[in-house]
């Protein structure tokens, strides 16, 4: 039985290498190809198109091709994804729109200061190793509630678990869906709205009909085609300044060339000690404490996270779970430790071509950029030479040459314009557009699966109709899927403006909620349901109160709560005179825009709401623990059981009809 | 009641099993945190060659790579608690 198996997985392994290897290779030949149409004329729009449409197309035939009618198949395929590629489909679950898009403008404005987001995006796998994963694995369960209501006696529990799940994962999704249609409609020319929902086709048609089977097959070509998207254009760039065509190593030159620069900047009167903020110097833009909170929040975050949970469900032993998370931090990394590099080198770029340079000398990619309002020179979009420089001299005492102070970037614009700055053929544009496209797919994919999978097998299955046949089930499943989609894909067309933040803030919502009770569940036999009950609530409780009130409710917040202004990391001042602010005539207006001058500006301790989690996770462990010693201690079964999930060897403990 | 010889057996794995995740959960707060405390001073550091400000690159790589080769590490040696203890999964 066992060598059989072996014999079966090895021949598995050797077709999959072969299927990827051609598929990477096909997709190289049809970069090259288009690269070579471009050369012949073909018009730029067109190339955008044929790169969208042609891996979308795959990723939906990829998606039909694995269709199923099994349930095991169609929430975890069939346990049998071997861990390099789950790693790999891991990776691109794991790396949004904003990994992709995001992350590298970050980092140019943040500097220093934004390498929290790649420690924090990363070290959370060791996390998920050590304290969780393989453990849920061994468990057998579908879904992350499922091994809440077992563990801590039955649906109460699985159902406090799908409702964070649910909070965390709907705004998350919701932002990819967003991300979508930014990227389609930058690239494409569509308009807005109808690129989110032709985003939503591409993510139905991988989904719908082969659940996680098809979702895995797919993640690992998007995979593919975002990370050879993502490197191509930095690798030109790091050849052609440095001749090196490994980034990450010459990208250090370029730091050293920035901080000469921003010194010479200073000295010429092109920037002042007020405005400048030194690419390495730690501290500036975020507080020791909120710099730390971030990492960790990440951190502990990702480990929470119910979609990344459940791709390790998928392995084919606890064994291979863990040796999957090794590849999937590997996948990742490829990406985010190149993201520096591409902060670095448009830094460089803009600190030396741009800030210095008379108005009327700029580069036309630039004003690209300012045409979609990305880009501002002297108050103004940059829409054309004429504009800036009228802009420019409308300011007294204006030279006509860039300063720092005058220039302002979309972070979003820094990888996306990456190849224009390398003065690359369009193709490679082109490319940079389908790797954001991927990389938003694949963990809208993973999202909706997650949501959809604990709404059909934990809230109908489970709670609702546990008797319900095969074919029913898998036919709620998918119509839940469809409809959680279009709502998320309707949100998104509203353009929501806190879209951004609320996906920092799933990161909090799932530590606070889920993470003490999963490591409680595993590591501590005497957690009792009661205590595990009491502590999600309380610090999931806790972390959404500190969101809702800070961003919210901040008059509130400060009036009965005792918030008060939280400070500038750079200065040490408050951010908002409370006085003053309280004072005015909209104070305690609640659900303010962003424009209110309290929201999302006050808080307790200075901590930024995004780290409410630091708040609601210790609350949540101490409330487990002492709820837990009051009452009696579990069940001999139950602790056999949570024995039983610790060994590897021997069979799930949850055995699901199939 | 003295425990079975089969409970010790799975107390002493879970004893060694603990003992690893408390040593990987060091060494991965001092990559993710420690280190990063330290910033300012190892920064005046610049690693010859390659020009990075040493505290720079511990955060935008260095922890990166440990992490990435800890992963690999922890899944060896939380197998090899496993077989000792006869709790592996067949091969």
């Not at chain 1, 004329?41 to 998606?63: D, E, Q």
């Not at chain 1, 921003?262 to 903020?277: P, R, S």
């Not at chain 1, 802009?391 to 990888?415: E, Y």
């Amino acid at each position: 039985m066992a060598t059989q198996t072996t014999t079966g997985a090895d021949a598995f392994y050797k077709q999959l290498g072969r299927m990827y290897g051609t598929y990477a290779g096909g997709f190289v030949a049809f970069i090259i190809l288009l690269a070579i149409l471009e050369q012949i004329g073909v018009p730029n729009k067109i190339l955008g198109y044929l790169f969208v449409f042609f891996t979308l197309a795959v990723y939906a035939v990829i998606g039909v091709m694995t269709r199923t009618a099994q349930l095991s198949e169609y929430y975890v395929a069939g346990r049998r994804v071997p861990a390099f590629y789950n790693g790999m489909a891991t990776g691109a679950d794991w790396m949004s729109a904003a990994s992709f898009v995001g992350m590298g403008g970050s980092l140019f404005l943040l500097g220093y200061d934004g390498i929290a987001w790649v420690l924090g995006w990363t070290g959370g796998f060791v996390l998920v190793s050590i304290l969780i994963g393989p453990y849920l694995r061994k468990f057998g369960a579908y879904t992350v509630p499922d091994f809440m209501a077992f563990r801590f006696g039955g649906n109460f529990a699985r159902f406090i678990a799908v409702v964070v799940l649910v909070c965390c994962s709907f705004t998350y999704v919701t932002a990819q869906i967003y991300g979508t249609g930014l990227i389609a409609s930058r690239f494409l020319g569509m308009q807005f709205e109808v690129a989110v929902f032709a985003g939503l086709v591409g993510i139905l048609l991988c989904a719908m009909l082969g659940g996680m089977r098809a979702v895995t097959w797919t993640q690992i070509a998007q995979y593919i085609v975002l990370i050879v998207a993502y490197l191509t254009p930095i690798v030109i760039l790091s050849t052609q300044h440095y001749g090196i065509p490994i980034p990450e190593l010459t990208y250090g030159k370029a730091i050293a060339d920035i901080t000469a620069r921003e010194n010479q900047m200073l000295a010429t009167g092109l920037a002042t000690v007020a405005n400048l903020k030194p690419h390495i110097q730690p501290f500036i833009n975020y507080s020791p404490l909120n710099y730390f909170g971030i990492i960790f929040c990440m951190m502990v975050g990702t480990a929470s996270l119910p979609h990344i949970l459940m791709r390790y469900f998928t392995t084919p032993s606890v064994r291979e779970a863990r040796q999957s998370v090794g590849w999937s931090l590997l996948f990742i990394f490829l990406l985010y430790f190149s993201a520096p590099a591409y902060a670095a080198f448009s830094k460089l770029e803009v600190y030396t071509n741009i800030i210095g340079a008379n108005v009327t000398s700029l580069k036309p990619w630039i004003f690209t950029w300012g045409q979609l309002g990305l880009i501002q020179i002297c108050g103004k979009n940059a829409s054309s030479i004429a504009d800036i420089a009228a802009a420019c001299k409308a300011i007294a005492g204006h030279a006509g040459v860039v300063r720092l102070q005058d220039f302002v970037i979309n972070t979003d614009v820094i990888v996306l314009s990456t190849p224009e700055i390398a003065g690359l053929p369009y193709v490679i544009s082109g490319l940079v557009a389908a790797g954001g496209l991927a990389a938003a797919l694949s963990t809208a994919d993973g999202l909706l699966l997650a949501i959809a999978n604990a709404l059909s097998h934990d809230i109908y299955y489970k709670m609702i109709d546990p008797n319900a046949p095969t074919i029913r089930r898998l036919t709620v499943a998918r119509v839940l899927l469809f409809f959680v989609a279009v709502a998320a894909a309707a949100t998104a067309a509203t353009r929501p403006s806190d879209i951004l933040a609320m996906v920092g803030w799933a990161f909090s919502l799932a530590m606070a909620g889920n993470f003490p009770a999963l490591v409680m569940g595993v590591w501590w036999k005497r957690t009792t349901p009661a205590g595990a009950i009491t502590g999600m609530l309380a610090g999931f409780g806790l972390c959404l109160f500190y969101l809702v009130c800070t961003r919210y409710f901040p008059g509130a917040g400060v009036k009965y709560f005792g918030m008060s202004s939280l400070l500038n990391a750079a200065t040490g001042a408050p951010l908002v005179d409370i006085a003053k602010a309280m004072a005015l005539p909209n104070a305690m207006e609640n659900f303010p825009t962003l424009a209110h001058p309290m929201a999302n500006k006050v808080g307790w301790f200075d901590l930024n709401n995004i780290n409410c989690g630091l708040l609601g996770m210790p609350l949540g462990f101490l409330v487990i623990y002492v709820v837990s010693l009051l009452g009696k201690e579990p069940s001999k079964e139950m602790q056999a059981y949570v024995d039983e999930i610790r060994k590897p060897r021997g069979r799930t403990v949850l055995e699901e009809k199939t | 009641m003295a425990p079975s010889p089969s409970q010790a057996n799975t107390d002493a794995h879970w004893q060694k099993t603990t003992r690893l995740m408390f040593i990987h959960l060091g060494v991965w707060f001092f990559f993710g945190y420690v280190i990063h405390m330290f910033v300012v001073p190892l920064n005046k550091i610049i690693i010859p060659v390659l020009g990075f400000p040493l505290g720079f690159y511990m955060a935008a790589q260095g922890s990166l790579i440990v992490f990435v080769v800890m992963l690999f590490m922890f899944a060896k040696q939380q197998d090899k608690i496993d077989r000792e203890f006869g709790m592996a999964e067949d091969d």
